[in-house]
């Protein structure tokens, strides 16, 4: 995967919703346990992409031979910088994957959850890693301590903690014996209680933990005394309705550290994330910009971004200048989701009203939202604007609409007959009076996420038609306007290859020549352990971007949060021009810290 300059020309700015915007609202905290200071370290350990970054007056981009050997393989691995002369050195075998080091009191040895050689199989619950110590002068030898666990933490230079999910579905700490090498852990956190991210003081008797309790509500640290085997609080008297995050201790074991949401009561930092906030790229060419909200979508001159800030607390749909300087709210008080400007009027939006993530059945229409630009002024909050509903009622679940360059016809997905399939519709009247819809895909399966190519020659969507019985296995596929010449864009591989069938690609778009597309993908794997972070829908998604014969896969990010539903703008006359972005502080949305533990940790056991 390299970027020659000459090739990206028309990649100018991408817009996309992205998870990393709770990495603006979570802050390290320190818990001081007596009254000394944590001494210094020597050496800075850290996990980052696993390649070189090469910039030249031709390319920006990764040099090959240190990239994954194939798809679905993280970039993960593991580097070790001496503070004295800044040397970095590169820890992880060149084709295995780390994550979360850990290392030990006397700095001689270092512990990893690791891949090893083996593929990422697709979970991102709990990893399928183990744990894996070598010594920081001979990376190369290691040794594996235990199978199955992740987030090792040590205990002077003998003992390792880490989590895992027990057979009887409770998160658990266990332990083993480096230097006694036991052939199974031991069960440290009792059932009856979640326990994550583990950190282990060096006098060997205490451990911080995150915890997640039956009757709370937030997920919390505390200090678990193996001996006494007694939790004792360390977070919830201090901030009882805000979550805590990945423990750590000071060297000495007499401080221990966490994340969590600042709140609005500090005055350190910022108070406002602003609405568009620049993210950064390996690719010199590309612009990205993370907007506070979901489904972005350019008006036909780029000066106007439409986005929905929220699904629950704030839903509705809002547009905001190019510059983030000024938004506006058009609809508020209702569920809406997946937006699409018209090409052909730049003042109408398409969108998606009625709940997310539901069955065929359930009550999601296609709405035409109408303004009034001269309602967009500086003194105003929110715009009035014209509501008009193209579906019927009685049609079930019809979302994800993509108009068609000239503006007449809008593609969505829709469940009226059973199974989620495509439909075109007349996009002044709909279905109703005047108007008019037919079906342009059949069969038992799920179509879904369309998008309608500037040329009008070609829809692009994700479907898991070639495995109808996995809701887990989508790919990219090309069809007519007409309901002709389907076809499937192989991206993970040649078809019938290992790898092709394991592909999880959604929110697709085209370029502006209609010859790319972007979508966020499976394809790097996960580069941190998912339980450590808030809720994401799709830990494992980040952008790329692939010709539409399938030539040229690229990867555009690399982070540990979910990348999605992208909008792609690639007319350098209307290019947002990053430098110029308003992001002082009285501008943007409130930091509220109003993010979820994971949806797939239960405490109902």
Known sequence: MVFPSTSMANLSTIITLSSSSLREQAHPEFIRLDQAFPTQKCCLLCLRVSSTTVQSSRTAGFTSSLLPDRPFKSWSALYFTALDNKKTTRLTPYGSVDYSPAISRSGEFIAVASYGLHPWGG???????????????????????????????????????????????????????????????IRVTPPGVHCFTPAAMHEGQRIAVA?????KNFRHIEIYDVESKKFHPATESLNPSLHHYNPFVSPNSKFIGYHRFRGKSTKIGESRIPHLDPVSSPIKQLRILRVSGYFPSFSPNADLIAF?????????????KRDGSKCWTLLSGRTAFCNSWSPAERYV??????PVFESVKSSVQIARIAFDPSDLTDSR????????????????NNAF??????????????????????????????????????????????????SWSPKGDLIAFSSNRHNPYSTNA?????????????????????EGSVDVDKERINHVCFSKDGEWLLFTANLGGVTAEPVSLPNQFQPYGDLH???????????????????????????????????????????????KGQFDEPLWISCDI
Not at 211 to 215: F, K, L, Q, S
Not at 421 to 441: H, M, P, Q, S, W
């Open 123 to 185: 979970e991102f619950h709990e990893l399928h890693t183990d744990i894996v110590v070598f010594q920081a002068s001979e990376p190369s030898q290691r040794i594996l301590v235990c199978e199955r666990g992740g987030w090792p933490t040590w205990s002077g230079d003998s003992a390792i903690y880490f989590h895992r999910q027990s057979e009887d579905g409770w998160w658990s700490i266990y332990r083993v014996d480096f230097t006694r090498k036991l052939e199974f852990p």
């Open 401 to 450: 609409p993509s108009c068609s360059p000239d503006g007449k016809w809008v593609v969505f997905r829709s469940g009226r007959s059973g199974h989620k399939n495509l439909y075109i519709l007349d996009a002044l009247n709909g279905e109703f009076k005047n108007g008019g819809v037919r079906r342009l895909t059949e069969g038992p399966w799920i179509d879904t996420m369309p």
């Open 349 to 354: 939006i398409y969108t998606s009203l009625g």
């Open 381 to 396: 909050d929110s715009v009035p604007s014209d509501v008009k509903i193209l579906t019927r009622e009685d049609t079930g």
């Open 308 to 320: 929905n800030p929220d699904f629950d607390a704030n839903p509705g749909v809002k547009i905001v």
């Open 545 to 591: 971007m692939v010709r539409v014969d399938g030539s040229g896969l690229r990867r555009l990010m690399w982070n540990g949060y979910e990348n999605g539903t992208p909008a792609w703008n690639s007319d350098e006359d209307v290019a947002l021009n990053v430098e110029h972005l308003c992001l002082e502080n009285g501008v943007g949305n409130e930091l």
């Open 211 to 215: 915890t997640r309790r039956r009757d």
């Open 474 to 494: 989508f790919s990219i596929y090309l069809i007519k306007p007409d309901g002709s010449c389907t076809r499937r864009i192989y991206v993970a591989g040649a």
